[in-house]
């Protein structure tokens, strides 16, 4: 069976959604997960991927400040990716509290 190229904005913006969700059920529990982003060295391309981090953590309802690395060749689909990942260990912290 040859590969299927698969659309990742669609995906992506499910899993945001869905992340979005969650951050509200957190900020409910006075939880407010965030993404931290270091931008290292002076590379525009970087700079963009960084710009474009914080805007998706924006949509689902967080707070991010400039803290991580870039990750080369990641997409829309990586970023929500790596905010859900975000969430849920944040309510899985948050049920350890309770």
């Known amino acids: 069976m ?15 959604k869905d992340v979005a969700e969650g951050v509200k059920t957190l ?7 965030g993404l931290g982003t270091i931008l290292v060295g002076d590379d525009s391309d970087s700079a963009g991927y960084v710009r474009k981090k914080h ?17 080369g060749g990641v997409g829309p689909t990586t970023v929500t990716m790596l905010l859900r990942n975000t969430v849920e260990t944040a309510e899985r912290k948050a049920k350890n509290l309770e």
């Open 55 to 71: 805007e998706t953590c924006e949509q689902a309802g967080k707070a991010a400040s400039w803290i991580t690395p870039r990750l």
């Open 27 to 33: 900020k409910k529990k006075g939880i407010t997960p």
């Open 2 to 16: 040859p590969a299927k190229l698969l659309a990742g904005q669609p995906v992506a913006e499910a899993v945001l």
